[in-house]
């Protein structure tokens, strides 16, 4: 099937999508749709964002969508409000020649009652993210006893924010004559488990960049110990100069951190997280498209509905848990046609995590060293070279009448001083700073740990750049570590017992969030000291003070839709 004319697909669908310019199906296409169009049974698709899966899964189920009904037929559900816009979109452009096929979006974050009044179209078709839709089936406005197809598109995800329950009050809801494909990044024990309980005998399609990595795309990685690690962020800004990039962090709280480190240090940089309110998040990527910004700071979740096809990089500041997430957060570079580099900043006790990921995609990781300042400055040069050939707009406009008599200087004098001049500051920052190069790791550089060492570590950094009077120095962190105290003795801390462990996927940084969360109403940052995240449950040491507070916040929180408890251990 190398044409979309050879899949028996309508003249109307044809029609529509020879207009978007789609001239031959792509893999996962050429897979589901002559399966979605004859077979019965369910399908399980592995398959990332870009590979063309929406059309993959509504072309052949508008070829065979019943226009006389009235009744919603098609289900889809998906894990964010930006993707449900996104496939909303799709699928109005797929049916533009379908005169009588409706399609609704229901998502979160917008006025329930225009949602409900939109369904007086009587559509066909209803988009929605699980919690919406949950909400409109418990107001009686979804009628789905007619659904004769269901997809879960990117079920990871919804898995993984903690949408399992909703989706099968929603599954329950449909008749069980259905077709119910599930579409996913990425395959994991929970995706599996709802597929076992909730698909029939299905069909499996696995495509392109799951397994197979893109070979247009570098990847390397540097490593870094934990107190060193914004600074070599920088450091490998400052050298791939004209970047247009997102940076991938694991939680909420560092995507924020790392985002107003960068903007505080002069960045056109923002973060992209589910703790920011719809119109925030909006915002933020309508600049990123824009290239008002050009790194975008953002968690796995929150990066997934943004699509966009020229990003020149992809950071890993933190290492994902999941292989199969590393090759799909690298796969958002090096698209249509254009190279890409991938570059991960590994702790030094990631080298085995890192392994792992080697292995299991083969991907070959290359290690680099976190460049010099003299490099950078190299780089620096070079990307202003590049940029005079290849940006081609006016930003403003000046007469030439302001060019003085430049005659005293050569061509090549001129182009010196102009340099000297733009890449000022970046020289002055680097200037007399030590390498991060050669820097030899010990116990001392792990995250979590002797924190006095990371504030001493801080503190010699800070007084040199304040004797250079530099105004880039990293004041987020140097203003926290002034009022820091030394870390206290175990007799100060309290330890607890916490109900969620590994098995609920719980991780360090999750468990720094939580606690970090439950005393953000103090003005002061508790001492935190120990962490143990065991298979089912956890322990946690904070400084005594702050103990009932802890108690009390972790009371009001979920954790992926978790209850948590907190107790004074033994
Ligand atoms: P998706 O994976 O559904 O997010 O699709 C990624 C992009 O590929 C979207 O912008 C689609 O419009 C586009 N696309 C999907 N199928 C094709 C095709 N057969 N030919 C060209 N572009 C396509």
């Known amino acids: 099937m190398n044409l979309f004319t050879e899949t028996n697909l309508s003249p109307e669908i044809l029609k529509a999508i020879g207009e978007l310019g789609f001239e031959s199906p792509t893999e996962i296409q050429k897979q589901t749709i002559p399966f979605i169009s004859t077979d019965i049974r369910d ?38 409000r930006e993707l449900c816009l996104q496939i909303t979109k799709d699928i109005k452009n797929y049916s533009k020649y379908m005169q009588n096929i409706k399609t609704t979006a229901v998502y979160g974050g917008s006025s329930i009652m225009d949602q409900i009044r939109s369904l007086r179209d009587k559509p066909q078709i ?10 409109m089936i418990n107001r009686k406005a979804l009628d789905f006893s007619e659904v004769q197809w269901v997809v879960l598109d990117e079920a990871d995800e919804m898995l993984s924010m903690g949408f399992k329950d909703d989706l099968e009050t929603i599954l ?40 197979e990595v893109k070979k247009n795309i570098k990847h390397e990685y540097y490593v870094v110990g934990y107190r060193h690690k914004k600074e070599a962020l920088k450091r490998l800004i400052d050298a791939n100069p004209n970047q247009y990039s997102i940076l991938f962090c694991r939680t909420r709280m560092e995507t924020q951190e790392v985002a107003d480190f960068l903007m505080q240090n002069g960045y056109a940089a923002d973060a992209l997280h589910g703790d920011l309110s719809q119109a925030q998040r909006d915002t933020v990527m309508k600049k990123f498209r824009l290239k008002n910004i050009d790194i975008l700071v953002a968690t796995d979740v ?51 995590k890192l392994k792992q990921i080697k292995s299991s995609t083969k991907i070959d990781i290359q290690e680099k060293k976190i460049p010099t300042g003299e490099a950078i400055i190299k780089s620096q040069v070079a990307g202003v070279f590049e940029a005079l050939f290849t940006v081609h707009e006016e930003f403003f406009t000046f007469d030439d009448a302001l060019i003085p008599d430049l005659s005293e200087f050569s061509k090549e004098e001129l182009v010196h001083k102009l340099l000297q001049l733009q890449l000022r500051d970046v020289a002055m920052f680097y ?6 190069a050669d820097q030899k790791f010990n116990a001392d550089d792990r995250g979590g740990d002797s924190r006095r060492d990371r504030d001493r570590g801080r503190d010699r950094d800070r007084g040199r750049d304040r004797d250079r009077g530099d105004r880039r120095e990293f004041s987020r962190d140097g203003g926290r570590d ?35 969360k439950s005393t953000a109403k103090s003005k002061k940052r508790p001492d935190i000291g120990d962490i143990e995240i065991l298979e089912k449950f956890s322990f946690f040491e904070v400084e005594k003070s702050f103990k009932d507070e802890v108690l009390r916040g972790m009371q009001s929180q979920k954790f992926k839709g978790k209850e948590m408890r907190a107790e004074i251990a033994g």
């Open 482 to 516: 002034r009022d820091r105290k030394p870390r206290r003795n175990s007799g100060d801390m309290v330890r607890f017992f916490f109900n969620l462990g590994k098995k609920d996927q719980l991780k360090k940084m999750d468990m720094l969030e939580i606690i970090n």
């Open 126 to 135: 209803i988009v929605g993210t699980p919690g919406r839709v949950i909400d």
């Open 43 to 80: 399908l399980i698709a592995l398959a990332q964002t870009g590979t063309g899966k929406t059309a993959a899964f509504s072309l052949p189920i508008l070829d065979m969508i019943d226009e006389g009904s009235r009744k919603i037929q098609f289900l889809v559900l998906c894990p964010t």
């Open 431 to 436: 200037k007399d700073k030590n390498d991060l």
């Open 172 to 211: 329950s809801e449909t008749p069980d004559t259905k077709q119910t494909y599930l579409f996913s990044a990425t395959m994991n024990k929970e995706v599996e488990r709802i597929s076992k309980n909730y698909l029939t005998t299905p069909h499996r399609i696995s495509v392109g960049s799951i397994n």
């Open 302 to 352: 929150a990066a997934r509905g943004l699509d966009v096809n020229s990003l020149t990089h992809v950071i890993h500041y933190s290492l994902p848990d999941d292989p199969e997430v590393f090759v799909h957060r690298s796969g958002r570079t090096g698209r249509a046609g254009k190279d890409g580099i991938s570059m991960a900043l590994i702790k030094p006790e990631e080298q085995r």
